[in-house]
């Protein structure tokens, strides 16, 4: 039991129940002097009038600061030969700023100058409209400012800790 009486719920438990629902797999980025990226599957359509979007991202995550200091964001929605690139903005021993993008292609966001994953599925560009308490992670939702379909492609997914397709790693992945 928690201080307030309601039943302790195991982190590893919770993943592994959460990890039963399949989704994508996008990449959220950031532009300016200190451009950065991370993978996030927590990705909602939100709203189409106003067009609106959310991601959630915990508060110990550089990207939690970067997105707060842009004001700006985009999201790539990842094709399925792009688990190397979900995997990579995942690794929190990648090099930050520009340096991370070096060994990825992307290319500029018209709108947020953030970089964009070449070959993705969809390419958002957003405002960054309002953020919420969402306990260890604040829920960021996207005005958005460009939604494009990108390559006519499979998708990548993320179930039970695992991408797909071509995930070589057996551990899987932390998300
Ligand atoms: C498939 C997958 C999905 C993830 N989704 C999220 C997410 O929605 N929000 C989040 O904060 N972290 C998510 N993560 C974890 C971050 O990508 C990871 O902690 C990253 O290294 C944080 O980067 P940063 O601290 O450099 O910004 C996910 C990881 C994986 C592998």
Known sequence: MTATGEPALDRSVLRRVFGTFATGVTVVTVGGGEPHGMTANSFTAVSLDPPLLLVCVEHDAVMHEALVAAGRFAVSVLAAGHG???????????????????????????????????GALAHFECALWNAYDGGDHTIFIGRLLDARCGEDDAALLFHRGRLSPADRDPSGVAA
């Open 84 to 118: 190397p690139v979900a995997r990579y903005f995942a690794d929190r021993r990648r090099p930050l700023g520009g340096e991370q993008f070096v060994s990825v292609d992307v290319h500029p966001g018209e709108h947020t100058g953030a970089p964009l994953i070449d």
